[in-house]
Each structure stands twice: as C-alpha cells, then as structure tokens.
C-alpha cells in the first residue's frame, strides 16, 4: 500500500512501546516540539541541583534520559503546522526510587522559569502533607543552591509559595483535598502520587475541579506521576490508567490530550512470576537504575523485606516493579481466581433465564456496614455448563464506616452490579424476593432448595420474610448453607469447573474484585474461603456464589414450568 494510503496512527498511540522499554528507550509516542523553547527548558532544568546527593550535582548529570524526554514533550510540544500545544496532559507511571518527585518538583520550578503569563497560579499537589512537603523543600533547596534563583524566585516557607519576580505567577505546593483546591484556576498543575487518589472518594470531583479551570487558560496543564497503587486499582486511579492505556495502545480516538507514559511490564508477563521474579527483567521497568536505584540494593531488598511472604511481596511488586495487584500475584487467595478472568460469558439476568434448564439462588446477607449479595447460577440447556450472574447492595452508611473501599463501591454503583439504598430490609431484600419469585414463576427453580443462605444472624430472617411476601414457603424453598470448613469441597469444584470451562460467568468488576479478595483458610486437609482471613476485603460475592453452587451440584431438575407466552421460543445462541 502506498504510504500516502496508509491510515495514521491516532494521536499518542505507541504500539511499540515494549519494544522501546526493551531497547532501553522511553515507552511514549513521538511527538514534534518548538526546538528553541525545548532547548530552553532544557538548559534550565540542567543546572539545577539535586539537594540531598553528596556534591549536590546538577541535573544534567544527575537526572536519566526518561524524565528529560518527558519535561521536553509536556512544556514544548507543538503541532508543526498550528503551533498549538499538543500535551495538554501526561500520566506517568514509574516505580518507587525512581526521583520522581524530586524531577517534578525541579519540572515545576522550570516552568514557573519560562511561564510569561502575569499573575498566573501553578500547583504542585501531593495527596498527604508528607508528600507536599518534601516536593516543596526539594523545590526550595534546589533554589538556594544557585545564587542567581534566588534573585529570580521569592520563596514563602510559610505559605509554601515560590514566586517568579517578573511575573509575579506562583507555584504553589498543596495538599489533594476538595477544600484546598476549589476555585483555583490553575495554569499547570502537578500530582504526584495519583495513585492515592483512588483511596478517596471525593477524588473525582477534585480533578475535574482541576480540569476545570485549566480549560479557561491558554496553558491550563496536568502532569501525573506515580507509582502503582499498593491496592487494587480504584476510583480515580483505576479510571486514569485505564484511559492511559487505551491512548497507548491507539483505543481511544483521534485526539487524545493525555500523553501515556507507562513503565509497566504487558499484562500476560505481569501474570508471569517467572518473568518478573527475574531479576534480569527488572530494568526494562526501572528508568533511573544507575541513578536514583542501585540494581543490587534492590534485589536485597527484595529478598529480605519483599518475598518473605506473598503479601508483602505483592505490595513489593506494585511499588517497585509497576506489578498491578489482581493481576500479577498469586496468593493465598482462592485457586479459582486464577482461572475467573477467562471464564466470561457476559449474558445478563434476562439471558441467564432465557438459556437455563434450571437455577439455583444464593444469598450472602450482609449488614448495614457490609454488603448484601445475591446469586444466580443456571445450568444451560444444551451444555450443562454452569452460569452465573449476581446483584449486590449495600446501605449508604457504608460509605462512612468502610471508607477504604467507598472508591471501589462508588465504580461499581457506575456499572450497575451494585445498588447502594437506605433501607436493606425495604429496598434489597424486596428486589431479591422479585427476581426469585420471577426464577420460579418460569418454572426454573427446584421444587425444593433452589434459594441457598448463610443461615446465621438475623439478616437471614429478614430474606425469608422478603421471601414469603412473593408467597414462597421458607420451609420448602430455602436451604441453610453450612459455611467454614464445609465450603471446602465446592469452592474445590467450582475452582475445577473454572479451569475446565464448564464454569461461566458475566464478567462484572465487582465479582472480580469479591473473587480477587478472597482468601483461603487451612483446617487440617480443607481449605476454604474464610471472611476473616480476607480482612477489609469484601467477599460477599463469592460467598453467595458458592452457597448457590453448593445447591447446583445437588444435580437439582426444575419444577414443572408455567406458561409465559412462548419466552423460551425465541431463538439462543449457545454458550
């Protein structure tokens, strides 16, 4: 095909971006930039001087190439014919020890160096006082190392305020918080550590706060660095990196204004422990090794901090290899979360009743301050394969009292898989009484024990008087579960069924997450999903999936079916 014929890549597209990380190169796409304003920056951002290294050397000696590539790209990008900035945006995802605080805030002194608009406001945000802090005392030592910054700036200790004289614009340090941030209309702004923002839940509306006023200047930008989160990804995090990576890999349109800029291993040698446990793969995620990270070091510290145990070691990894907690690590958790990823069937309750033969109900109940999951598991028609879907809800004062996982319930509530209401007895337990009174009125449960539940607690009595309000006999329909050790032989099954294919399920994020936090407890020779080991992690989800499983593997056969004006004539694709 002719190269005038031939489609350009969408805007900041990089489909060689391993290649580059392999070639030692920064894993971003090429982009033009203004050469005289380049060389600006660049001869700045070199004599500036690291602060806290014996003979405090300047940067251009001191700095890798990576974080000189990024300064270059985000203050002197332009499109060759417009003369319009193009990096409007970049996202940075570099390991621990990398400098990249230090490198940010030298980044935000340079452009406070070479901003001319007057009276104009940067920030340079953390989301403790801990981080802000040393972003400014790093800023503030970098100065009063060069006699000639220090008749440039005017530093404010106390106000945590670097001000360019001519200009009189500030560079601000503050902390990421709703109260700090609102009405700033800032000309750049710089996050570190953005993965912490995924842990508050007021973190969405902040940024967009942020975005907000950078729309209404004609430099308005946002630099993001961080490490991985030492969590599951959520919240604003889990948004960012997704948008990152779709930009990278050329899914996210024409005109992105975010630049990618991630040092990250692809995701199958991130489900490589062989892979990444070699030591002789670490450098092609660790930019600054030579500078900042002293290879041996860091293998020492992995051996006597980060591998003593496998949570240690997953925390390890996400902070120093970019390893993604969900992906990366197996651990104690349940052998069927290996194989959940590749079992995705995606039919929709509707679906699920359409190509059933039979279904089985779980229910996990949960209290004000926990989740309350529901689950559905059909065997299909014409492959006996098993199929599940499921429902949570939760009362909105979890959002108090589980503050650390609001972020996640928040993404979910967006998906649909979870309701949050007011009243759990009222609200939850009433929609899960008409979805099973729908089950049976097609017919599709058992004459007996088709509703399995955690029998303990009075949350239970509340499901069977939902129950008996859509005229079900508790008596007849519903089957005390045994929880504990007893969950032993069908968490085996299901795990088996997963491996196998014959288990299929629709790919909901909150099933993921439920499935990933769940933890194993070993009794004896059993082993068996236990609340207490998985700690703040909820697991509710799998919990009503095995109780509705453990009913399934009972080889139930339906009740004789109702007619409902030929529901099941309608043609289906098999699983």
């Known amino acids: 095909m002719p190269l005038d014929q031939i489609e350009p890549a969408p805007r900041f597209a990089c489909p060689d971006w391993w290649e580059k990380l392999q070639r030692g190169e920064t894993p971003m796409a090429d982009v033009p930039v203004n050469d005289d304003r380049a060389a600006r920056a660049l001869a700045f951002f070199n004599r500036l001087r690291l602060p806290d290294v014996p003979g405090n050397p300047r940067l251009a000696d001191a700095c890798g190439p990576w974080f000189k590539d990024i300064l270059i790209v985000f203050l002197a990008s332009e499109d060759p014919e417009t003369k319009e900035r193009l990096v409007w945006e970049l996202l940075c995802a570099v390991p621990k020890k990398s400098s990249k605080s230090t490198y940010s805030a030298a980044l935000g002194i340079t452009a406070l160096y070479m901003e001319e608009t007057p009276n104009g406001q940067m920030l340079l945000i953390g989301p403790s006082q801990n981080i802000s802090a040393r972003c400014f005392d790093q800023a503030q030592a970098m100065i009063e190392l060069d006699d000639d910054l220090v008749q440039i700036f005017h530093v404010q200790d106390h106000l945590k305020k670097i001000t360019r004289k001519k200009t009189k614009t500030v560079l601000e340090v ?17 996050i570190d550590e953005v993965h912490e923002l995924g842990k508050k839940a007021k973190a969405a509306k902040v940024m967009q706060q942020i975005r907000g006023g ?10 993001m660095i961080t490490t991985q989160s030492d969590e599951r990804p959520a919240g604003i995090w889990k948004s960012e990196i997704a948008k990152a990576r779709r930009i990278r890999d050329g899914e996210a349109g024409p005109k992105p204004i975010m630049l990618p800029v991630l040092y990250e291993f692809p ?12 030591v002789k793969n670490w450098h092609y995620v660790l930019p600054n090794l030579g500078w900042s ?10 051996v006597n901090n980060g591998s003593v145990d496998k949570e240690k070691e997953q925390i390890w990894v996400s902070q120093h290899l970019n390893i993604e907690i969900g992906i990366g690590l197996k651990n104690d958790r349940w052998t069927g979360a290996d194989f959940w990823e590749g079992a995705v069937h995606g039919l929709t309750f509707g679906e699920l009743l359409e190509r059933s033969e039979v279904i089985t109900a779980g229910i996990d109940p949960g209290g004000q301050d926990d989740l309350l999951s529901f689950s559905l598991i059909g065997r299909n028609r014409d492959t006996g394969a098993w199929m599940h879907w499921a429902k949570h809800y939760a009362d909105f004062i979890v959002l108090e009292r589980r503050k650390s996982i609001a972020p996640e319930l928040a993404d979910f509530e967006k998906d649909g898989d979870l309701l949050m209401v007011h009243d759990l007895e009222e609200e939850a337990y009433s929609d899960i009484a008409k979805m099973c009174a729908e089950v049976r009125d ?11 539940i955690d029998g303990a607690g009075k949350a239970a009595n509340l499901a069977v008087d939902a129950l008996e309000e859509e005229d079900f006999d508790a008596a007849k329909h519903l089957q ?11 968490a085996a099954t299901v795990a088996v069924k997963l491996k196998g294919g014959s288990f299929l399920h629709s790919g909901q994020e909150i099933m993921s997450w439920c499935v990933e936090n769940t933890k194993m407890y070993q009794r004896a020779n059993a082993e068996y999903p236990s609340k207490e080991e998985s700690g703040g992690g909820k697991i509710d989800g799998t919990m009503s999936l095995l109780d509705a499983a453990e009913l399934m593997s009972w080889h139930p056969k339906a009740a004789p079916r109702v007619d409902f004006d030929g529901f099941l004539a309608k ?3 098999v699983v």
């Not at 700033?184 to 710089?190: A, C, G, M, Q, R």
């Not at 950078?214 to 630099?223: A, D, F, H, V």
């Open 174 to 190: 503050k902390t990421f918080d709703t109260g700090i941030i609102t009405g700033e209309i800032p000309i750049l702004t710089i």
């Open 214 to 223: 950078g729309i209404t200047q004609t430099g308005g930008q946002l630099l």
């Open 267 to 278: 995701i199958e040698l991130q489900k490589d422990e062989m892979f990444w446990r070699d």
């Open 293 to 302: 990270i002293n290879l041996d070091r860091l293998e020492a510290d992995y």
């Open 442 to 452: 097609l017919g599709l449960f058992p004459e007996e024990n088709g509703i399995g």
């Open 480 to 490: 005390a579960i045994s929880q504990g050790y007893r969950l032993n032989n069908i």
């Open 571 to 573: 043609p289906v694709m």
